[in-house]
C-alpha cells in the first residue's frame, strides 16, 4: 500500500511537472529534431551534436529534478561552464584537425 501511494505522488508529481514545462519539453523535442535534420542533411558534423548534449542533459536535469526553485548564484557559473563546453565542442567539431 506504501508503495502504491508513493507511485502516486511521484506520477502527480510528474503531471504537475509536464503542465507547467510543455513549451520546454516541445523546445527539448524540437531541438533534436532539427539537428537530426541537420545532421542527417550534413549541415551539421557529427561531433557537432556532441556540443548539445550539456544543453539537453541540463534540461533534463531540471525536468526530473525535486526542486522548481532556480538558485541564480549557481546560474552564473553553470551558464558559463556550459557556454565555453558549447563553444569548444562545436568549434572542434568543425575543426577536428586542431
Not at 50 to 77: C, D, E, K
Amino acid at each position: 500500500m506504501l508503495c502504491n501511494v508513493q507511485s502516486n505522488f511521484y506520477f502527480s508529481y510528474i503531471d504537475e511537472r509536464l503542465t507547467q514545462a510543455k513549451g520546454f519539453i516541445l523546445g527539448e523535442i524540437g531541438m533534436v529534431i532539427a539537428l537530426a535534420l541537420a545532421w542527417r542533411k550534413g549541415w551539421l558534423p557529427s561531433l557537432a551534436l556532441l556540443a548539445f548534449a550539456p544543453v539537453l542533459g541540463r534540461g533534463l536535469a531540471w525536468f526530473f529534478s525535486s526542486t522548481s526553485r532556480l538558485q541564480i548564484r549557481r546560474l552564473g557559473i553553470g551558464e558559463l561552464i556550459h557556454v565555453v563546453t558549447f563553444a569548444a565542442l562545436l568549434i572542434v567539431s568543425f575543426h577536428p584537425q586542431i
